[in-house]
Every structure is written in structure tokens, then in C-alpha cells.
């Protein structure tokens, strides 16, 4: 299952296949999700307090999953949601791994911004974030956004276009909760907010 478990994330990476090829199994998703979490917390980890981290992972989780079931619910293929979900988790979970590197290199003059946010406001000088990480997270950013517009396309018989406007939508409000999450668990615990 591993294997095949690889390969159709790699044919969804690449748009070779749609979620409709990838592995069916209940029982799928009592791994994607604690692997997935903790890939999440790890690399919030590398910006945020623990618990901030920890917040914005489980948020991600289950925003997705709600995200998606409300989207295949309403576009009448809900039984599609296992594949789905398994599939938008797993591209997650590799793409997030990708940014791990530009993240770590990024991480001092992030952690520098969040202590002191009026940085942001001052001269360009002031914020010294390294181009070539910075562009690899904007690439990787893109991609994934596009693999899950592709995803959401074909899960829910879209077109391309509608396919690019939900997988915005669902971004921007995943975003949103993510934020509200971390936000949250900032003020439960005296932590900085989430920049």
C-alpha cells in the first residue's frame, strides 16, 4: 500500500491522475492524519511556539477535511471524500516537507519580524529575508495550490476554472481558521500572536 500510496501522490504532484486513482482505504486516514499533523507542527515549530504550532497544524487538518466534505456534499459526490481528503493530505504533507529547508533558513529573520512586527513597517533594509528561500516557498506555494485546485477539479466535476476559484476559496478561508487557531492559543497561553 505504501507504494502505491507514493506513486499517486507522484502522478498527482505531476497532474498525471486524479484523486479517483489514488489508493481507496478507510483506513488510510488514521495514518495521513497524525503523519500530516505532526509534518505541520514540525514546521510550524520552526517559526512558532509550540502550542501555536500544534494549533495551526490541527486547524489545517480540520479545515481541509471540512472544506472538502462541504464541497463534495454540495456538488453531490460526498462518497468521493475518503479519496479526496487522502489525496489533498498526502500533496499537503510532501509539499510541506519540500519547504522545510527554505523555512529552517528563513526562520531567524522570521522569528526577528514576529517579536517585533514594527520592522515590517520601517525600510525595506530593515527585513533581510534571503531571496533564494523566499522563492522557493513562493514556487512551492504555487504548486501545491495548483495540485489542490487540480484535485478539487476533478473530486468534484468543476472545470479548470472553478476548479482555480474553489481551491482559492477553500485557501483563503483555511487561512482564516488557521490564523483564528493560532491567534486563540496565543491569548490561552501569553504566547506572541502568530505574524
Same mark, same amino acid.
Do not use: C
Given at each position: ?5 507514493? /506513486?499517486? +501522490?507522484?502522478? #498527482?504532484? *505531476?497532474?498525471? @491522475?486524479?484523486? =479517483?486513482?489514488? %489508493?481507496?482505504?478507510? !483506513? ?63 500533496? /499537503?504533507? +510532501?509539499?510541506? #516537507?519540500? *519547504?522545510?529547508? @527554505?523555512?529552517? =533558513?528563513?526562520? %531567524?529573520?522570521?522569528? !526577528? ?70 491567534? *486563540?492559543?496565543? @491569548? ?8
Amino acid at each position: 500500500m505504501p507504494v502505491k500510496v507514493l /506513486n499517486a +501522490v507522484l502522478n #498527482l504532484l *505531476l497532474f498525471r @491522475a486524479g484523486p =479517483a486513482e489514488f %489508493p481507496y482505504d478507510p !483506513r488510510l486516514g488514521s495514518v495521513l492524519i497524525p503523519l500530516v499533523a505532526v509534518i505541520g507542527y514540525a514546521i510550524q515549530l520552526i517559526v512558532y511556539p509550540p502550542i501555536v504550532a500544534a494549533a495551526m497544524s490541527l486547524a489545517t487538518i480540520i479545515g481541509l477535511a471540512f472544506a472538502t466534505r462541504v464541497l463534495l456534499r454540495l456538488r453531490g459526490v460526498e462518497s468521493r471524500f475518503t479519496q479526496t481528503y487522502n489525496a489533498l493530505l498526502s500533496v /499537503n504533507g +510532501v509539499m510541506t #516537507l519540500g *519547504l522545510w529547508p @527554505a523555512l529552517s =533558513a528563513l526562520a %531567524p529573520e522570521l522569528q !526577528r519580524i514576529s517579536k517585533d512586527p514594527t520592522l515590517l513597517e520601517g525600510p525595506a533594509a530593515s527585513v533581510n529575508l534571503p531571496t533564494g528561500p523566499a522563492a522557493l516557498i513562493l514556487i512551492l506555494s504555487i504548486w501545491n495550490f495548483a495540485v489542490n485546485a487540480y484535485i478539487f477539479n476533478h473530486a468534484a466535476n468543476l472545470g479548470p476554472w472553478r476548479g482555480i476559484t474553489v481551491a482559492l476559496i477553500v485557501a483563503l478561508s483555511l487561512q482564516m481558521f488557521v490564523l483564528f487557531f493560532a491567534a *486563540l492559543a496565543s @491569548a490561552l497561553v501569553g504566547t506572541p500572536a502568530a505574524p
